[in-house]
C-alpha cells in the first residue's frame, strides 16, 4: 500500500459535516494525502474519470437513487484499480457481502462509537491489511480456528506469482484487470491461481477470501511492480 508519492484520495460522503470529520481523520493517519471531495454519484464518477485514486472511501447511502455501490461499480467495469473502502451506518452482513462481492477491500462502519475505533479501521487500511466489521469476522468467518501466527502469510505455502495474484484479489480488482497487470491470460487467473489461492485458504468463493484475509490480519505484500506504476 505504501509508496514514495503519497496518497491520492477519494471520499464520498452527502453529509457535510460527516465528511470534514472523515476527511479529517484520514489527515491525522495520512497527512500528505491528497484528498478530493465529492457529494454525489455524478460528481465522483466525474472526478475519477480524470484522475486516477490509489483509495476511494465511499459512502452506500447517498440520498440520490444512484449509491456508493454504484459508484464502486462504475469504477470495476471500467477497469479501474482503485481501492475501494465502504462507508455505511449499516452493518448487516448481506450489505457488507455484497460490497465485498462488488469489488470493495474494506467495509468501514460510520457510527462507530468513537473516533479512535475509527481511526484504527483506517490505520489497517493504510497498513495495506483489509478491515471489516466484527459481525463478518467474527462468528461468520470461514475457518474454525484462528491463524497460529496472525498477520504473516508464513505457513500458506504462497510465494511469488500466487501472492502477487491474492495482493490483487484482496484489492477487489477483476480477472481481466489482475492478468493485465501480472502480463499473462486472464484464463491462467481463473483456471490456475484462483483455485490456488481458494485451496490455500479453505474457501470456495472470492468474498470468504476477502474475509478470511481480514479475519487473520494479514497484510499482503505489495508486488514489486506497483511500486515503478505511475498514478
Known amino acids: 500500500m505504501r509508496s514514495a508519492d503519497p496518497l491520492s484520495i477519494l471520499l464520498l460522503e452527502d453529509q457535510g459535516l460527516v465528511r470534514a470529520g472523515m476527511r479529517a481523520l484520514i489527515q491525522v493517519c495520512e497527512p500528505l494525502a491528497a484528498i478530493q471531495e465529492c457529494s454525489s454519484f455524478d460528481e465522483a464518477v466525474e472526478r475519477a474519470s480524470n484522475h486516477h485514486f490509489d483509495i476511494a472511501f465511499l459512502d452506500i447511502d447517498l440520498k440520490t437513487e444512484k449509491s456508493g455501490l454504484d459508484v464502486l461499480r462504475h469504477l470495476r467495469s471500467h477497469d479501474e484499480d482503485t481501492r475501494v473502502v465502504m462507508l455505511s451506518g449499516r452493518s448487516e452482513r448481506e450489505v457488507v457481502m455484497e460490497c465485498i462481492g462488488a469489488g470493495a477491500s474494506g ?76 502480463g499473462i491470460e486472464e484464463g491462467t487467473i481463473r483456471k490456475d491461481y484462483v483455485p490456488k489461492l481458494f485451496r490455500a485458504f479453505k474457501v470456495l468463493r472470492r468474498t470468504e477470501l476477502v474475509v478470511e484475509v481480514a479475519r487473520r490480519g494479514l497484510v499482503i505484500p505489495r508486488p514489486p511492480q506497483e511500486a515503478d506504476r505511475p498514478h
Open 107 to 182: 467495509f468501514i462502519l460510520k457510527d462507530m462509537e468513537n473516533d479512535g475505533v475509527f481511526r484504527r479501521a483506517l490505520d489497517t487500511i493504510f497498513q495495506g491489511s483489509i478491515f471489516l466489521p466484527a459481525n463478518v469476522i467474527g462468528r461468520g468467518a470461514f475457518s474454525p480456528t484462528a491463524a497460529s501466527r496472525p498477520g504473516s502469510i508464513e505457513g500458506l505455502g504462497l510465494s511469488g506469482r500466487s501472492l502477487e495474484a491474492l495482493y490483487y484479489l484482496c484489492q477487489g480488482l477483476p480477472n481481466k484487470t489482475i492478468a493485465r497487470r501480472m
